[in-house]
């Protein structure tokens, strides 16, 4: 990762914090306005008090944007019958790219993408194209992680070449390797 890519990234989450900070701040601020009107029942009482709920809302929903993202790259965590979900790492491909390959934003976990993968062939074309822009595959000693899902597709021929698995041995101590 470039010196450049920290710190945009560390400057979107920033951004991301002091927005939701600001938001939050505004639903406070229209609270405190309606509680000083002399009539709780009054029609600007009301409209204040609705703004401080939505700016609450609002602050809510925006929150998960200013978490931090895990480190390390972006990670394919789950395959499912008809779509993908990846988690997006400080490290990895910019949004422009992942919504090339169709991914879409999960609305309250604005960190967790899906790509819709109707079939095998769509399934194998999204694959090598997140391997492309450098996403690592799960992999798990037991079960069917994305890593098995990506190998069994390359050994009936729909895909091509080497990809990187993640695996954990336990909390902070995971290694990348190449299959």
């Not at 769509?122 to 798990?140: C, E, K, M, Q, T």
């Amino acid at each position: 990762m470039s010196a450049g890519t920290s710190r945009s990234g560390s400057l979107h989450w920033l951004v991301d914090t002091l927005i939701t900070a600001l938001v939050f701040a505004a639903g406070v601020a229209l609270l405190v306005s309606a509680a000083h009107t002399r009539s709780l029942l009054t029609w600007s009482a009301l409209g204040l008090a609705s703004g401080a709920f939505i700016a609450f809302l609002l602050a809510a929903a925006r929150l998960p944007a200013s978490l931090p993202r895990h480190p390390g790259r972006h990670r394919v965590d789950m395959i499912q019958s008809d779509r993908v979900q990846l988690s997006e790492g400080r490290e990895g491909a910019g949004h422009r790219a992942l919504r090339a390959l169709g991914g879409r934003r999960v609305a309250l976990t604005p960190w967790i993408w899906t790509f819709r993968a109707p079939d095998e062939r769509a399934l194998a074309s999204l694959l090598g194209g997140l391997r492309d822009l450098g996403v690592v595959f799960l992999g798990v000693d037991k079960g069917w992680s994305p890593g098995d899902v990506f190998e069994d597709l390359r050994e009936r021929g729909l895909l091509d070449g080497p990809f990187d698995e993640i695996v954990w041995f336990g909390p902070g101590r995971s290694e990348v390797r190449r299959r």
